[in-house]
């Protein structure tokens, strides 16, 4: 089986890892990212690696394009453009083989739910322009794969943590810091989670949009506080949110608050999360990293 990775990033590159596991051990990953350094340890991992920035056509994709049955699709669009599709579409809608698409959005599509809990069936009403992006380009997606005749699941990740990207990683280089918006709540996907839905997706054909979330939204200090606890590492203080020194774009992710439900994908593939919470999530990566350290 042959999968192409627009965008192989964090997420998609361990789907493809989970692919080969429960799908098939000889598959042949191809895909594109946009720096040197990334390319050359991507390289050293066993994947094809081709140059995309998304502003001219990739130069050599032509081929493993041709030889995709999976695609993942998982680069940002920009000003309401998918950049896959807006450079490689022809490639695409010719590639003979190709049977199934997989496009990676965000809970960021739904906007400020006030809290309350909501599901794929929510209206669209997003908050930013990054997010509104994001509309854009699942529709964009929707009207491709309808046009080919192939199905296509989009995938609505919330935020992502995992190993090398998790609350550890934050305490220890000094940028978690915990922010006290009373009320606020967000939802939270373990990479490996979304590595296996994808995977387990991609074995089925699966078509549809499908919030990957976990079951517990929680307060942003909470995942800082338990990882205090298990580790030992130092607590930052409380930091009230109107006084926080936050970025635009970090602010931003203040102004939505929601519960989503990801019921729809548990029911599609008959399965339970990995990681349901951020708890059990934070657990696994501190085992793992222990036993790093003891090898």
Same mark, same amino acid.
């Given at each position: 089986?042959? +999968?192409?990775?627009?965008?192989? =990033?964090?997420?998609? +590159?361990?789907? /493809? #890892?989970?692919?080969?596991?429960?799908?098939?051990?000889?598959?042949? +990953?191809? =895909?594109?990212?946009?720096? #040197?350094?990334?390319?050359? &340890?991507?390289? &050293?991992? =066993?994947?094809? +690696?081709? /140059?995309?920035?998304? #502003?001219?056509? =990739?130069?050599?994709?032509g081929a493993d394009l041709k030889n995709a049955e999976k695609l993942i699709a998982s680069v940002p669009p920009k000003d309401g453009v998918d950049p896959a599709l807006q450079q490689h579409r022809k490639d695409l809608a010719a590639s003979p083989k190709l049977e199934w698409i997989c496009y990676y959005s965000t809970i960021g599509v739904y906007g400020d739910a006030g809290g309350a809990w909501i599901d794929e069936k929510a209206p669209l009403v997003p908050s930013s322009d990054r997010s509104a992006d994001r509309v854009a380009a699942e529709q964009a997606w929707r009207d491709f794969a309808a046009e080919k005749g192939i199905p296509l699941a989009i995938f609505r990740l919330a935020g992502i943590y995992g190993p090398g990207r998790s609350t550890f990683d934050k305490m220890r280089d000094g940028s978690a810091r915990r922010i006290i918006k009373p009320g606020q709540v967000f939802n939270r996907i373990h990479v490996d989670d979304i590595a296996r839905l994808t995977a387990l997706a991609a074995r089925q054909n699966l078509s549809g949009t499908f919030n990957i979330t976990d079951d517990e939204p929680a307060a942003p200090q909470d995942p800082i506080e338990y990882a205090s606890k298990l580790s030992g590492l130092p607590l930052p203080d409380e930091v009230p949110f109107d006084e926080a020194d936050l970025s635009d774009m970090a602010r931003s992710f203040y102004d939505d608050c929601k519960r989503v439900s990801n019921a729809a994908i548990k029911k599609a593939l008959g399965v339970e999360l990995l990681y349901p919470s951020y708890r059990s999530g934070l657990r696994a990566i501190f085992d793992l990293e222990a036993r790093q350290e003891d090898q």
């Open positions: 089986m042959n +999968v192409f990775i627009f965008g192989m =990033g964090y997420s998609a +590159v361990a789907a /493809a #890892r989970a692919m080969r596991e429960l799908i098939d051990p000889d598959l042949v +990953v191809s =895909g594109t990212t946009r720096t #040197r350094e990334k390319a050359d &340890r991507l390289l &050293r991992t =066993g994947l094809k +690696v081709h /140059a995309f920035d998304g #502003r001219a056509p =990739g130069l050599m994709l």
